[in-house]
């Protein structure tokens, strides 16, 4: 087991159940879903850190294990107790985005359009790879789950139109995105006809939604770390729960989630580890 499973516990520093059903904890999230009793949410819809992309400051942090199977095992660990505390028919929306080898670097200089990716430490090129390979996280994280009892149902490509340029010539500039829907039984709620699409550019004959989503990613100005665009979870969220459902994100980050599930009338749980993001999630839903 990696190192924040193991050795980083900690206990919530707040909660608030404001408005009634919706919460925000302050915590390690593998510790503290092991305080929810079994099938407490319908769904799951959450992106945790990337695997050597970003430095959130952190001590032990998920994403700086200088170890890929460290990381993949942690996100393992997790999501097996989040596939605990789902109900038998909830589902796991995942997103999650790829990254190279670093040629052994250790470090990144400071990116003036995204300070976060400035960071003093980089992972050590894993085994088996070569310098400047495409790592291949998400599917190795996929597959995990997979083995670990997951019900791996769909590879969704998150397209970003508006996707940051790259200076590279030796590739196509990167805009996608992965994001996974896995279940927890074979059977599960799906509720298809709230996502439909319309069809051939028309709004008035619907398709069944299809696997590609075109959605601009969206700056939030309180975080200078990535956040959920809110079209990109709101069809995950209308899909995999009913008006009501407690939904879970245990990488809560800056609250998309919370703010879309106000708005389609769900409940919500949002785990942070870091004091400084839960602050900005209460500010943008009007609790502070």
Same mark, same amino acid.
């Given at each position: 087991?990696?190192?924040?499973?193991?050795?980083?516990?900690?206990?919530?520093?707040?909660?608030?159940?404001?408005?009634?059903?919706?919460?925000?904890?302050?915590?390690?999230?593998?510790?503290?879903?092991?305080?929810?009793?079994?099938?407490?949410?319908?769904?799951?819809?959450?992106?945790?850190?990337?695997?050597?992309?970003?430095?959130?400051?952190?001590?032990?942090?998920?994403?700086?294990?200088?170890?890929?199977?460290?990381?993949?095992?942690?996100?393992?660990?997790?999501?097996?107790?989040?596939?605990?505390?789902?109900?038998?028919?909830?589902?796991?929306?995942?997103?999650?985005?790829?990254?190279?080898?670093?040629?052994?670097?250790?470090?990144?200089?400071?990116?003036?359009?995204? #300070?976060?990716?400035?960071?003093?430490?980089?992972?050590?090129? %894993?085994?088996?790879?070569? @310098?400047?390979? $495409?790592? !291949?996280?998400?599917?190795?994280?996929?597959?995990?789950?997979?083995?670990?009892?997951?019900?791996?149902?769909?590879?969704?490509?998150?397209?970003?139109?508006?996707?940051?340029?790259?200076?590279?010539?030796?590739?196509?500039?990167?805009?996608?995105?992965?994001?996974?829907?896995?279940?927890?039984?074979?059977?599960?709620?799906?509720?298809?006809?709230?996502?439909?699409?319309?069809?051939?550019?028309?709004?008035?004959?619907?398709?069944?939604?299809?696997?590609?989503?075109?959605?601009?990613?969206? #700056?939030?100005?309180?975080?200078?770390?990535?956040?959920?665009? %809110?079209?990109?979870?709101? @069809?995950?969220? $209308?899909? !995999?729960?009913?008006?009501?459902?407690?939904?879970?994100?245990?990488?809560?980050?800056?609250?998309?989630?919370?703010?879309?599930?106000?708005?389609?009338?769900?409940?919500?749980?949002?785990?942070?580890?870091?004091?400084?993001?839960?602050?900005?999630?209460?500010?943008?839903?009007?609790?502070?």
């Amino acid at each position: 087991m990696g190192n924040i499973v193991n050795t980083f516990i900690q206990k919530p520093l707040f909660s608030s159940p404001i408005p009634q059903g919706c919460e925000i904890i302050v915590g390690d999230a593998y510790t503290v879903l092991k305080e929810y009793p079994d099938r407490s949410f319908r769904s799951c819809v959450t992106s945790p850190p990337y695997w050597g992309l970003r430095d959130y400051g952190i001590p032990n942090q998920i994403g700086a294990e200088s170890n890929l199977a460290d990381y993949i095992q942690n996100l393992v660990a997790i999501f097996k107790e989040v596939r605990r505390v789902i109900t038998d028919d909830g589902s796991l929306w995942l997103n999650i985005g790829d990254s190279y080898t670093s040629g052994n670097r250790t470090w990144r200089d400071i990116d003036r359009k995204n #300070p976060a990716r400035a960071m003093e430490y980089r992972p050590p090129t %894993p085994p088996g790879l070569k @310098p400047k390979d $495409l790592i !291949g996280v998400p599917w190795r994280v996929a597959f995990a789950l997979q083995v670990d009892g997951w019900y791996l149902r769909s590879d969704i490509i998150w397209e970003k139109p508006n996707c940051q340029p790259e200076s590279v010539k030796d590739r196509p500039t990167k805009c996608h995105e992965y994001i996974f829907l896995l279940t927890k039984s074979e059977k599960y709620y799906y509720d298809y006809k709230s996502i439909m699409e319309p069809a051939n550019g028309s709004n008035r004959k619907k398709r069944n939604r299809r696997s590609v989503w075109a959605i601009n990613t969206e #700056p939030f100005l309180d975080a200078h770390f990535a956040t959920f665009p %809110p079209k990109l979870i709101e @069809p995950c969220i $209308l899909a !995999g729960t009913e008006k009501g459902d407690k939904v879970l994100d245990p990488f809560f980050g800056s609250g998309t989630l919370g703010e879309v599930c106000e708005c389609k009338n769900r409940n919500f749980v949002g785990i942070e580890l870091n004091e400084d993001y839960a602050r900005i999630a209460r500010k943008r839903l009007g609790w502070e």
